[in-house]
């Protein structure tokens, strides 16, 4: 009964094929086995052709998927092939199923789930039957190896006896085999959950075709794994997919649904005059002030226009922000309410919460054998299209640091190590937060210098803003007037919540709480940025053009005196252009006007003087930025070597440490800016100490 039942099947399938896809299994003919090993079917034509088969293919993937194939070895070819192993790989289920959603009923059944891979193995040979040969009397025992633990002979299918068996590599077969783990999308998430993975296993064909990084949908069967080791087994069980097709989405997908009504909403808003003023606002209310920094991460959030140009090289339209700030200053809960409001955003700390921290790694763990390479996606990877929020980036590892160069200019992540050559994609804007180097910042040193991060790294922030926290007797009283509000607010709401009878009226906790509530809600900010990033592209008019050129040179003419330090360098012109689209897209303009540009001009300027200034001279000095050092810094370093090596020649045991401070002092320089100095030269390698307290030029 089961045999008729098994053709009855199989012969449905064929007609299937004959009538949907007559023309893709005869160019599978043309390319089989070298281009082409599988067949794809849509379910939703299955479901078209017969509703009763693909449910029961959805329902007994396993099953359905031999009957398939078995009806592809049967079809009759126009070409003269065998389609012996072909695959048949059932994609396009009509809705996909949430990672964390996934229950005990899903087991064995064919589900399809979308996320980005997380980490992928290098792909690698799987026996799938091998052939034991006995070394006593030459016979081939040969065992499928399915799931599980690799299989052995008990005995010789000749001799009858136990071995010694040696594994005949002509004799077995082996299949690619790949190991992925798809994490949700952050963009599927609501601001703040920890997203959830599932591994998958795939084989053959759809190995080694996407990497970590890629936001995939994934069609297969669920199984099931049990937990606990071989002596002591678990009631529990761990779930996991074996892919049957892998497809790289959309790159521009977004899971977010802007209603007719949602889109008037976001046009009325965008056409109101104090929009900008209402974003500020809207952002991490109940820290008070930084209204800079605030319309900064805004014009972060609508980001610059990533330009195309027709030599095929690409700029980056993404901004990039650093804050840095004395401890206590609120960025840790600014950058956490940025995580709120992006779509598409990670938020995580320099030291990264998984072995691939901030960029990727190429790992050796327990995920695949223990033997297999593992390429693991860092946070720039995994918020590909949105925004990194990274506190505490001073923190980071080494193995980030160098690669974060390439990940804020090129906006990818090169990996290189042990055969595994991957680029990944991590076109997103940085949003850092470190703390001063020393923990508070010292005034009287250059800003740049207190900042833990190497000079070049720090020149690819568009914006760095530095928060000091300088007592101020009015600034301190509108900060405790803020907090007590927002604290107030919590308590009234918190009250009249928790106790049945309370005294406040709803418009008494309305009227506090309006006060600290964000000007536009999250939910409508976080739908207005994905349509203005989805639907505007602004361009210059000449006007603005006009206007950030003529700032640009103006800065820039500063340093064509003689001694002048050189201020900015072209680095900040890009910065402005993407900063003044920004600001156009916030209005949902098509081109950026003059007030765009004045607009990022002045925030330009603040920042530049907050951090590019040299606090000897008060002048703006690129160096600063570009180097870490100022010019009358290097000034004063090549004098102490100078110094230093005069004083040298007049003792044979190298110029001693004192003798070269005291002369210092006498041309005129602070004792403890030297002492500085003379470590940074000996840190350069430009000096040394022969002896305890002499030093010696190279
Ligand atoms: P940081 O990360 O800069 O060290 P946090 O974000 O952890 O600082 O802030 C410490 C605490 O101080 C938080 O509870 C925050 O709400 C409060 N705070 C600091 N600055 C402000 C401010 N300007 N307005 C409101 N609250 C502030
Ligand atoms: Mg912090």
Not at 242 to 251: A, H, L, M, P, R
Not at 540 to 555: G, N, P, Q, S
Not at 611 to 629: C, F, K, Q, R
């Amino acid at each position: 009964m089961a045999r008729a039942e098994d053709t009855e099947v199989i012969d449905l399938f064929e007609e299937f094929y004959r009538n949907y896809y007559r023309n893709e299994i005869g160019e599978l003919a043309q390319k089989y086995p070298n281009e082409q090993k599988s067949l794809y079917v849509d379910w939703q034509e299955l479901y078209r052709f017969d509703p009763d088969l693909a449910q029961d293919f959805r329902n007994h993937p396993a099953q359905f998927q031999d009957y398939a194939e078995e009806a592809l070895r049967l079809y009759d070819l126009p070409v003269d092939v065998k389609l012996g192993q072909a695959h048949v790989r059932v994609e396009n289920l009509p809705e996909s199923t949430d990672i964390r959603e996934i229950r005990a009923d899903h087991r064995g059944k064919l589900i399809s789930v979308q996320g980005i891979v997380r980490k992928a193995t290098d792909v690698r040979p799987k026996v799938t039957t091998a052939a034991f040969e006995c070394q006593r009397c030459g016979t081939l025992t040969r065992i499928p190896q399915t799931a599980g633990d690799f299989q052995e002979p008990h005995e010789c299918q000749g001799c009858e006896r136990q071995g010694p068996f040696r594994i005949n590599y002509d004799q077995s077969e082996f299949v690619d085999a790949q190991k992925l783990r798809v994490q949700e999308s952050p963009e599927g998430l609501r601001g703040g959950e920890t997203p959830q993975s599932i591994d998958v296993n795939i084989e053959d064909d759809i190995t080694g075709e996407v990497t970590a990084g890629d936001h995939v949908r994934v069609s297969g069967e669920l199984n099931l794994d049990q937990q606990g080791s071989q002596q002591e087994k678990s009631p529990m069980f761990d779930v996991y997919m074996d892919g049957s097709s892998v497809t790289i989405e959309d790159e521009q997908f977004e899971d977010m649904d802007i209603t007719t009504e949602d889109k008037k909403e976001i046009v009325a808003l965008s056409e109101e005059d104090d929009i900008y003023e209402q974003m500020v606002d809207s952002i991490a209310p109940s820290i008070y002030g930084y209204r800079q920094a605030k319309l900064a991460m805004i014009l972060q959030l609508f980001s610059g226009v990533t330009k195309h140009l027709p030599d095929e090289s690409r700029i980056r339209g993404d901004l990039h922000m650093l804050l840095i700030g004395d401890p206590g200053t609120g960025k840790s809960q600014m950058l956490q309410y940025i995580r709120e409001i992006a779509p598409r955003s990670v938020y995580t700390s320099g030291k990264g919460s998984s072995s691939a921290g901030l960029t990727a790694a190429a790992v050796r763990d327990d995920f695949g054998d223990g033997q297999q390479w593992t390429l693991e996606a860092g946070a720039l990877v995994l918020a590909d299209q949105g925004i990194a929020a990274v506190d505490e980036l001073d923190k980071m590892r080494p193995e980030d640091r160098s690669a974060m160069h390439e990940a804020l200019e090129q906006q990818s992540i090169s990996v290189s190590k042990a055969g595994i050559n991957a680029t990944l994609k991590s076109r997103c804007s940085l949003l850092g937060a470190a703390n001063p180097k020393y923990g508070r910042f010292d005034q009287y040193e250059s800003i740049a210098e207190q900042i833990d991060l190497e000079p070049a790294l720090i020149s690819r922030f568009d914006l760095i803003f530095t928060v000091t926290d300088k007592p101020d007797e009015e600034e301190d009283r509108n900060l405790a007037e803020h907090i007590l509000t927002t604290n107030y607010a919590g308590e009234l709401n918190t009250h009249r919540t928790e106790t049945s009878a309370s005294d406040y009226t709803e418009e008494e906790v309305a009227r506090v709480t309006d006060e600290v509530a964000p000007e536009i809600e999250a939910e409508l900010l976080r739908k207005y940025v994905a349509y203005a990033k989805r639907n505007v592209f602004p361009t210059m008019t000449e006007e603005a053009k006009t206007e950030i050129r003529e700032f640009y040179v103006d800065l820039r003419s500063r340093g064509t005196d003689e001694d002048a330090p050189v201020p900015v360098t072209a680095r900040k012109l890009e910065a402005l252009v993407r900063l003044a689209e920004a600001s156009a897209r916030i209005r949902l303009s098509d081109t950026v006007e003059v007030d765009d540009a004045r607009r990022v001009i002045e925030i330009v300027q603040r920042t530049l003087e907050d951090i590019g200034m040299d606090p000897e001279t008060g002048e703006l000095d690129a160096d600063v930025i570009e180097t870490g050092t100022s010019k009358t810094q290097r000034d004063r370093i090549k004098n102490l070597k100078t110094l230093i090596g005069d004083i040298e020649d007049e003792y044979d045991e190298g110029a001693p440490v004192e003798r070269v401070l005291e002369r210092a002092e006498e041309a005129g320089m602070e004792r403890s800016k030297a002492e500085h100095e003379i470590d940074k030269l000996k840190q350069q390698g430009e000096v040394y100490e022969p002896r305890n307290d002499h030093l010696r030029t190279t």
